[in-house]
């Protein structure tokens, strides 16, 4: 009887230590494979994001060598759109002075803007191209003192999410705002940073180009310049040759009929109107 009793208990203890595994394995174990699947998927989402990045660049630099930087603003921004298509989304980039450019955009009110009073010594523009990223609500402190995020607040836009980039050719930045505050736009600071780093790469490739065309250019204004110093260079030879085969032939008729006048003037006559290609010389 006794043990009959103890194998009961045992048996007793193994289920509830496998009910206890369950409870564990649902309770725990389930969100973590969870988390660990949409991890995974969002990481593929990433991969996939960076591939189209890459070959965005490509075909801008291949297609539109003279816009590449435009093109790719304007392919970059598609990708994002179509993954979070409630965003509002631009591009800027640095002009020489300071001031802000348009590069790309999509949604929202950029195209009616006054964009020359944006600037890139300060506020969200200037932060972002600093830091490589930056997360900002349009209406908190700071704000009265960036024309950009106060222009976007009074649009009814609450906060921004902006990936940069800054170096000796220039800056820019790729900017995202919301006009509600449901999403967690830090999640998309990561996507922004990799299309900023798209874009400087748009923009180095291009500054080359533009290099590169203009030392082609030089090189043949140079070849162009030198091909016609050595066309009129030939051509005074071939005049000054002409002149001094004149100057033998009348010499050669000087020496050769210096006894009958009529006959060495004809002889000079018939030498000028040969070396003139002449219809008629006369003397």
């Given amino acids: 009887m006794s043990v009959s009793f103890l194998a009961a208990a ?5 289920c509830a230590a496998a009910a206890a595994w369950w409870v564990y394995a649902f309770s725990r174990g389930l969100p973590l494979e969870k988390r660990s699947r949409a991890l995974g998927l969002e990481l593929d989402d990433v991969r996939r994001f960076s591939v189209e990045l890459i070959e965005a660049a490509g075909e801008a630099a291949l297609r539109h060598p003279a816009r590449m930087v435009e093109e790719t603003a304007r392919r970059v921004l ?11 989304l631009a591009v800027f980039s640095r002009r020489p002075d300071g001031s802000a450019a348009l590069l790309a955009h999509r949604g929202g009110p950029w195209a009616r803007l006054e964009l020359s009073s944006f600037r890139f010594d300060r506020g969200l523009l ?12 349009l209406g908190g402190a700071g704000a009265e003192d960036d024309s950009l995020a106060q222009v976007l607040s009074e649009q009814g836009y609450v906060s921004a999410v902006a990936g940069g980039w800054s170096d000796e050719r220039g800056a820019g930045v ?7 505050g449901e999403e967690d736009l830090e999640s998309l600071a990561p996507r922004l940073e990799l299309a900023a780093t798209a ?12 290099e ?8 043949q204004g140079g070849l162009s310049a030198a091909m016609e110093e050595l066309t009129q260079a030939h051509d005074r030879l071939i005049k000054k040759s002409k002149e001094i085969k ?32 002449a219809d008629l010389v006369a003397f």
């Fill in 10 to 14: 045992a048996l007793s203890s193994a």
């Fill in 78 to 88: 598609h990708a994002i759109h179509r993954r979070q298509p409630g965003l509002t």
């Fill in 126 to 137: 200037a932060r972002t191209a600093e830091l490589g990223r930056s997360v900002w609500n």
């Fill in 212 to 219: 590169l065309t203009s030392s082609h250019k030089k090189l």
């Fill in 199 to 210: 874009l400087r790469s748009a923009s180095t490739m291009a500054a080359s180009w533009t």
């Fill in 174 to 180: 790729v900017l995202a705002v919301r006009s509600d």
């Fill in 246 to 277: 004149t100057l033998h032939d009348v010499a050669g008729a000087l020496t050769t009929r210096v006894s009958c006048a009529p006959s060495t003037l004809a002889a000079i006559v018939s030498i000028v109107a040969r070396s003139f290609e």
